[in-house]
């Protein structure tokens, strides 16, 4: 086929991917503001993350782009391991779970970085 056009196709997909995704990832970043914003205990807190695997699950399932779905289910495993490690530390009082806390919160924040910019500013 024409390059210009599957170019086209693909930047399409991506933007239509985009659009699909941006109500869950506005009530997804809702839920992340709620998180931060309100001195919750920590089983809320584990529960509102739960909303969110929830979420990018929907999310990762829904989109059909393989460059964003990929980035999307990254995002989902990585808040999944987020929440749990979070369960640990903070409801379990597991402290030794401390390390995998911190690496998977760096981890759920460069995912979840990468996939906003897949969208790009303009979505």
Known sequence: ?????????GLQDISAACIDMAAPMAEASGKMLEIYNEPIDAQAAVDS????VDAFADIS???TNAEIKAAATTVYEDV???RDSLQ??????????MGEYTRAAQDFSASYSALLQLCGPNQ
């Open 49 to 52: 993350y739960t909303a969110l």
């Open 80 to 82: 999944t391991s987020f």
């Open 88 to 97: 640990k530390v903070y409801v379990e009082g597991d402290y030794s779970a």
């Open 1 to 9: 086929g024409d390059p210009a056009a599957d170019a086209d196709i």
């Open 61 to 63: 399932s829904s989109v």
